[in-house]
């Protein structure tokens, strides 16, 4: 079993995965990364355990490549349509 990750290990690891959910072309997609993201760090921040946190964050490097190959796919099959949560609305 490996050292406890620092703090700066794991705020590289949030980081690294909220810049490939920006990847995501498809809004809903994006979105949802972003939010899966910032809600299992939330879960895990509570985490004292050494083993449990090793464990939280080998996790995290393993969503990590996950994203990376789900853009990666995703990227070959953008939507010819953007969302409508994308549309610039006029001002009023």
């Known amino acids: ?3 406890t990750p620092s703090a700066a290990q794991v705020l590289s690891l949030f980081r690294c ?3 490939v959910a920006r990847d995501f072309p498809d809004y809903n997609i994006r979105e949802y990364a972003k939010r ?3 809600d299992a760090f939330r879960e895990n921040a509570t985490l004292s355990d050494p083993s449990s946190i090793y464990s939280a964050f080998s996790h995290g490097h393993s969503q990590l490549a ?3 190959r789900q853009a990666a796919v995703y990227s ?3 939507p010819s349509l953007r969302s409508v949560m994308e549309l610039q ?3 009023f």
Do not use: D, E
Request: charged fraction near 15%; charge should be positive.
């Open 76 to 78: 070959l099959y953008i």
């Open 17 to 19: 995965l909220l810049r």
């Open 36 to 38: 899966r993201t910032i």
């Open 66 to 68: 996950l994203l990376k």
């Open 1 to 3: 079993m490996s050292a």
């Open 89 to 91: 609305q006029p001002p």
